[in-house]
C-alpha cells in the first residue's frame, strides 16, 4: 500500500512560498503546518515560518521549499493541498483537506468527525 503523502503545494503555493523564503535569506527557514484545537469547527488550521525542527516532526521538500508538520497534526492533514489564493477578497494560503467532513467559510476551521459529535453551526459569523 502507498502511503498518501501528508502535504503537497499548488504550483502557485509553491511560487509564492519560494519568493518569501528568499526574502528572509535563512537556508533553515520552512513553513510549519500545524492544527490546533479551537475555531468554529472545532478544529483549527496555523501556519509560520519555522528553523526549529524536532525529531518528531515530518518534513516534506518540495522544490527546494521545507514543509514541516508536527506529529500531532499529520493525523489531521494527511492528503491535504496548500494553495495560495488572490482574489477581491484577500490574498492568502488555504488548505484544501480531503479529512474535513464540515468546515468554515473562514478557510481556517474545521472537524474531522472523529468527536462523533453533532454538526456545529459557524460561529465564525460567516
Same mark, same amino acid.
Given at each position: 500500500?502507498?502511503?498518501?503523502?501528508?502535504?503537497?503545494?499548488?504550483?502557485?503555493?509553491?511560487?509564492?512560498?519560494?519568493?518569501?523564503?528568499?526574502?528572509?535569506?535563512?537556508?533553515?527557514?520552512?513553513?510549519?503546518?500545524?492544527?490546533?484545537?479551537?475555531?468554529?469547527? +472545532?478544529?483549527?488550521?496555523?501556519?509560520?515560518?519555522?528553523?526549529?525542527?524536532?525529531?518528531?516532526?515530518?518534513?516534506?521538500?518540495?522544490?527546494?521549499?521545507?514543509?514541516?508538520?508536527?506529529?500531532?497534526?499529520?493525523?489531521?492533514?494527511? +492528503?491535504?493541498?496548500?494553495?495560495?489564493?488572490?482574489?477581491?477578497?484577500?490574498?492568502?494560503?488555504?488548505?484544501?483537506?480531503?479529512?474535513?467532513?464540515?468546515?468554515?467559510?473562514?478557510?481556517?476551521?474545521?472537524?474531522?468527525?472523529?468527536?462523533?459529535?453533532?454538526?456545529?453551526?459557524?460561529?465564525?459569523?460567516?
Amino acid at each position: 500500500m502507498i502511503e498518501q503523502a501528508t502535504v503537497s503545494l499548488t504550483p502557485q503555493a509553491l511560487s509564492q512560498l519560494q519568493n518569501l523564503l528568499a526574502q528572509e535569506n535563512n537556508p533553515q527557514l520552512g513553513l510549519r503546518v500545524f492544527v490546533s484545537g479551537g475555531g468554529c469547527s +472545532g478544529l483549527q488550521y496555523g501556519m509560520a515560518f519555522d528553523d526549529n525542527i524536532r525529531p518528531e516532526d515530518e518534513v516534506i521538500v518540495a522544490e527546494g521549499v521545507r514543509v514541516i508538520v508536527d506529529e500531532y497534526s499529520v493525523q489531521h492533514i494527511r +492528503g491535504s493541498e496548500i494553495d495560495y489564493v488572490d482574489s477581491l477578497m484577500g490574498a492568502g494560503f488555504t488548505v484544501h483537506n480531503p479529512n474535513a467532513v464540515h468546515s468554515c467559510s473562514c478557510g481556517t476551521s474545521f472537524d474531522t468527525g472523529e468527536d462523533a459529535g453533532e454538526a456545529k453551526a459557524c460561529g465564525c459569523g460567516h
